[in-house]
Every structure is written in structure tokens, then in C-alpha cells.
């Protein structure tokens, strides 16, 4: 996997014998952790924080269950979309456990896949997600450790987005595929739990980030209704940015008085958008 650049350098990486880890040709090397990611990260530089191991294990749990594999075909749907051929490498930034990731390179038996993500818990997890893919923690808003114009498709999942960097990772005619909630996203939820709105200003803050180095291409969304048990709902607002807002009892106690099985609202937008040249 040849996509990878030394993040004190910028000189691509490789693979070092026995798979141990990466090493540029100017002796910068990074071992891979016994979990078998990697961390690339310039010295004394720090992550922002990301994902705590609790929020991780719920994300596991919650994606395991299948819940969210409508969204996983929807992003598909939109990677593999265009008649310039099937993607070969994919970046998926903010890409948590690899969930994703691994649905859409189950797609494409010939392409391999980054998981970057700032969470070492979720880098753990990513790293036995797919065996096509890699999981690396970085800061996603830093320069990335990946090549000019390495990749053909970035992903971008409920996850920020670095429109400078994503544009200089990826090839002239390569695309970006964004999903984000929609207005309704979870709208059973809001309510009796106490969760963050969806901004209305998101879509608008989206292009005000991406159309200076990329051009919007299609939009389309997803809508579906799912029912939930408590369980799967304390997951699934566990492993979000609401589990940063709600104190654990209060969340327990407010999914207690919900019914046994809540019909909750998925919406999803799916964009993309091509880098041009």
C-alpha cells in the first residue's frame, strides 16, 4: 500500500520487514502497535481528542447490530458511481472503527483502504476491520500522512472535513463522498433524550469548506425507519457527540422512559464532489 507519506517529512513510506511497521527513505520510522495500527503523528505533536474507549465500544456494538447498513450501502452507491472505473485506493477520514470502510471494499475486491482516525481506541478496532485496509491515528486537521494525489476516493462518515488536505490527497478527477445527518435525523430522539439539533446551517458550511477546492457534483439522501430497543438506543447515543453532552445517568434514566421499542428516523445526506484538474 503505497499511499502513506512520513508525516515529519512528507517523503512517501513503506512497509519494513515482517510488516513491523513504515519507514521513509530518510530513516523515519513508525512501528506498528501490537493491535496493528499505526500512529503517524509529527514528534510532540498531539491528536486532537477523539473517541474515548467507551464511545468506541459502543460504536461497535451498535454498527455490529446492523443498524446503520443502509447508510453503509448508501455511501457505497456513491463511491463506486461514475463511468471512470472502480476506485483502486480510499482514504476514509474520521473513519472510527472502519465499519464503513469494510462494507464498501467488500464492493471492490481489488481496492485498498486508510482508516485515519484521532482516537487510538478506534484505530484498534479499525485495524482488524478489513484485511485491505490500514488504520492510522492522525489529526485530520493537520497535514495529512498521505501522498499527493494518492487516492481516488476520500470518505467522509458524521465526520469533519479538511477540504485543503482532501484536495491534495486526491488524484485530478478523483471524488469526495460526504454523509451527514439530515434535518430529521433522529428526530424520536431529540426530544425525550435531550440531543444536539441538526444545525440548519450545516449544508451551507459544508460547500463554504469544500468549494474552494472542490466541485460539487450529486446529492442525494437516505431515509429509513428503524426499531429500537432500549439497549440500541443507549448505544447508539453512547457513540456519538451526544455522549459528550449527557451525564450517564441522565441518559439512563431518559431512555428508561422511553417505550421498550422506540421507531427512530435514519436521514442521512449523501454529496459528492470531484477535485478538478
Not at 120 to 131: D, F, L, M, N, S
Not at 264 to 276: L, N, P, Y
Amino acid at each position: 500500500m503505497r499511499l502513506l507519506a512520513c508525516p515529519v517529512c512528507g517523503a512517501p513510506l513503506a512497509a519494513e520487514p515482517g510488516d513491523a511497521g513504515l519507514r521513509c527513505p530518510a530513516g523515519h520510522a513508525f512501528d506498528r502497535a501490537r493491535q496493528g495500527h499505526v500512529t503517524l503523528l509529527p514528534p510532540g505533536h498531539a491528536p486532537p481528542s477523539g473517541d474515548s474507549a467507551a464511545m468506541v465500544a459502543d460504536r461497535v456494538a451498535f454498527l455490529a447490530a446492523g443498524h446503520y447498513a443502509g447508510v453503509t450501502r448508501a455511501l457505497g452507491d456513491a463511491v463506486v458511481a461514475g463511468d471512470d472505473g472502480p476506485p483502486g485506493a480510499l482514504l476514509d477520514l474520521g473513519g472510527g472503527t472502519g465499519q464503513h470502510l469494510a462494507g464498501v471494499l467488500d464492493r471492490l475486491p481489488d481496492a485498498v483502504g486508510v482508516v485515519l482516525d484521532s482516537s487510538r481506541y478506534a484505530a484498534r478496532r479499525a485495524a482488524g476491520a478489513h484485511p485491505r485496509a490500514l488504520a492510522v491515528v492522525a489529526d485530520a486537521w493537520a497535514r495529512l500522512p498521505v501522498r499527493d494525489a494518492a487516492v481516488d476516493r476520500v470518505l467522509v462518515v458524521f465526520a469533519p472535513r479538511n477540504g485543503p488536505e482532501i484536495a491534495r490527497v486526491l488524484r485530478p478527477g478523483g471524488r469526495l463522498v460526504v454523509v451527514t445527518p439530515a434535518a430529521d435525523h433522529l428526530a424520536e430522539l431529540v426530544g425525550p433524550l435531550g440531543l444536539l439539533r441538526v444545525d440548519p446551517e450545516k449544508a451551507r458550511r459544508l460547500a463554504a469548506t469544500l468549494e474552494p477546492h472542490l466541485r460539487p457534483d450529486v446529492a442525494s439522501g437516505r431515509r429509513e425507519r428503524l426499531g429500537l430497543h432500549r439497549t440500541a438506543v443507549t448505544t447508539l447515543i453512547g457513540m456519538g457527540p451526544h455522549a459528550r453532552h449527557l451525564a450517564p445517568g441522565e441518559l439512563a434514566a431518559a431512555v428508561a422512559r422511553l417505550p421498550e421499542r422506540t421507531a427512530v428516523t435514519v436521514s442521512v445526506d449523501v454529496s459528492t464532489w470531484t477535485r478538478a484538474g
